[in-house]
């Protein structure tokens, strides 16, 4: 078979955030070989234990000034890996800025014609740069979104409600490829790594675990929520209760607080397995939450926000407990502590309800569109209206 090229500007493998794990997964489970093109912090070239080959490019940088007046070496990189693969299909990876991959998509339409360009949206990017930039970075997305989409053959999104703002913004219905997860990774990790990892930072059937680095606003939003808010009152309720985050950056620090930092990709699963109960307080953003699924994976109970579980099409008091505010996530949380059976039973049906978002399952569903022109005609129809 074929070697799909997967094009990250950022670093996708070790996964160390929800992004990264997303691409890594969808270059895992890609039918045929995958090529997995990544900036990081050095030069490297090597395969997975999973098979993926992987292709590092010294280029990452906290300051986008920087990675701009990199960025037409880069790209001259990238085009030359993708071209020693003669990869067919060339899917640009959508959780960094879209004027990169913009570019890199002009880059392709002129170098490599024949190919097919597949952008994969983790989120409408334009909705992020308005909350969280200026006007003038707002618009600039806007516009570089826009033509991404105009110049790929083919385009996802994550969930109905992003296909719905891409709509509305750009005239573009794009296919549904809403993100998955390892299932068989996060439900039977290694038994000997969950003691560990329970040993190790002290977590229990009390301990709550959000995932996510602090940098990015709506994981700052649902930290500070939860910190501030959620644990001091629960505790006045559940005194033992405790509260792990994974990710860097979070300032907090309290006897109660397992403040862990980034888990070890190998160790991640197991980690989350040694947990009690998933929280997901996240009120802003799009996309959708790998965070609940993995922890229903994992077979443990969630309890968030419906805005965390958008796309998703979860069941309040079957899937997940939903809850909005303060009061309901310290009630839905004193419930799970002090009901074992009703933790079971919401164990026991997530564990059902995951299996849809396997990735195995999302990626056969959508690759007859990647492998085939049927859905062409209907996206330059789309266009030509926007």
Same mark, same amino acid.
């Given at each position: 078979m074929?070697?799909?090229?997967?094009?990250?500007?950022?670093?996708?493998?070790?996964?160390?955030?929800?992004?990264?794990?997303?691409?890594?997964?969808?270059?895992?489970?890609?039918?045929?070989?995958?090529?997995?093109?990544?900036?990081?912090?050095?030069d490297?070239?090597?395969?997975?234990?999973?098979?993926?080959?992987?292709?590092?490019?010294?280029?990452?940088?906290?300051?986008?000034?920087?990675?701009?007046?990199?960025?037409p070496?880069?790209?001259?990189?990238m085009?030359?890996?993708i071209?020693?693969?003669?990869?067919?299909?060339?899917i640009?990876?959508?959780?960094?800025?879209?004027?990169?991959?913009?570019?890199?998509?002009?880059?392709?339409?002129?170098t490599?014609?024949?190919?097919?360009?597949?952008?994969?949206s983790?989120? @409408?990017?334009?909705?992020?740069?308005?909350? !969280?930039?200026?006007?003038?970075? +707002?618009?600039?997305? &806007?516009?570089? $979104? %826009?033509?991404?989409?105009?110049?790929?053959?083919?385009?996802?999104?994550?969930?109905?409600?992003?296909?719905?703002?891409?709509?509305?913004?750009?005239?573009?219905?794009?296919?549904?490829?809403?993100?998955?997860?390892?299932?068989?990774?996060?439900?039977?990790?290694?038994?000997?790594?969950?003691?560990?990892?329970?040993?190790?930072?002290?977590?229990?059937?009390q301990?709550?675990?959000?995932?996510?680095?602090?940098?990015?606003?709506?994981?700052?939003?649902?930290?500070?929520?939860? @910190?501030?808010?959620v644990?001091?009152?629960? !505790?006045?309720?559940?005194?033992? +209760?405790?509260?792990? &985050?994974?990710? $860097? %950056?979070?300032?907090?620090?309290?006897?109660?607080?397992?403040?862990?930092?980034?888990?070890?990709?190998?160790?991640?699963?197991a980690?989350?397995?040694?947990?009690?109960?998933a929280?997901?307080?996240?009120?802003?953003?799009s996309?959708?939450?790998?965070?609940?699924?993995?922890?229903?994976?994992?077979?443990?109970?969630?309890?968030a926000?419906?805005?965390?579980?958008?796309?998703?099409?979860?069941?309040?008091g079957?899937?997940?407990?939903?809850?909005?505010?303060?009061?309901?996530? @310290?009630?839905?949380?004193?419930?799970?502590?002090?009901?074992?059976?009703?933790? +079971?039973?919401?164990?026991?049906?997530?564990?059902?309800t995951?299996?849809?978002?396997?990735?195995?399952?999302?990626?056969?569903?959508?690759?007859?569109?990647?492998?085939t022109?049927?859905?062409?005609?209907?996206?330059?129809?789309?266009?030509?209206?926007?």
């Amino acid at each position: 078979m074929s070697t799909t090229a997967i094009c990250c500007f950022y670093e996708a493998y070790p996964p160390a955030s929800g992004a990264a794990s997303v691409s890594y997964n969808l270059a895992k489970f890609f039918p045929g070989d995958s090529l997995l093109v990544q900036l990081g912090r050095r030069d490297q070239k090597f395969v997975t234990t999973d098979g993926v080959h992987i292709v590092t490019l010294a280029g990452a940088t906290e300051s986008r000034r920087e990675r701009l007046t990199r960025l037409p070496r880069l790209i001259r990189r990238m085009l030359a890996e993708i071209a020693k693969a003669n990869s067919p299909v060339i899917i640009l990876e959508g959780a960094s800025w879209a004027i990169y991959h913009w570019l890199l998509s002009l880059r392709l339409r002129r170098t490599a014609p024949q190919r097919k360009i597949i952008y994969h949206s983790h989120n @409408v990017e334009y909705l992020l740069r308005v909350q !969280r930039h200026g006007q003038a970075v +707002a618009r600039f997305t &806007l516009w570089a $979104e %826009g033509r991404l989409l105009r110049q790929a053959d083919l385009a996802t999104a994550v969930s109905e409600v992003d296909r719905d703002h891409f709509a509305r913004l750009y005239g573009v219905r794009p296919v549904l490829l809403p993100n998955g997860v390892d299932v068989e990774r996060f439900a039977h990790p290694d038994l000997d790594a969950v003691n560990r990892m329970k040993n190790l930072y002290r977590l229990d059937r009390q301990t709550l675990v959000f995932s996510g680095f602090y940098a990015y606003p709506p994981n700052r939003e649902a930290i500070d929520f939860l @910190v501030r808010s959620v644990m001091p009152a629960l !505790r006045k309720r559940c005194p033992f +209760a405790t509260l792990a &985050l994974t990710g $860097e %950056g979070v300032p907090y620090q309290e006897p109660w607080i397992r403040n862990v930092g980034s888990i070890e990709y190998r160790d991640f699963a197991a980690f989350i397995k040694g947990c009690g109960i998933a929280v997901a307080p996240i009120f802003t953003g799009s996309g959708t939450r790998l965070k609940i699924l993995e922890a229903m994976a994992a077979g443990i109970p969630v309890v968030a926000t419906q805005k965390a579980a958008e796309g998703l099409s979860l069941i309040h008091g079957e899937d997940v407990l939903f809850a909005r505010d303060t009061l309901e996530f @310290v009630n839905s949380l004193t419930r799970l502590l002090d009901n074992p059976e009703l933790a +079971a039973a919401l164990r026991d049906r997530a564990r059902l309800t995951v299996a849809q978002f396997s990735w195995k399952r999302l990626i056969r569903d959508v690759e007859p569109s990647i492998f085939t022109n049927e859905l062409k005609p209907q996206l330059e129809a789309a266009l030509a209206h926007a």
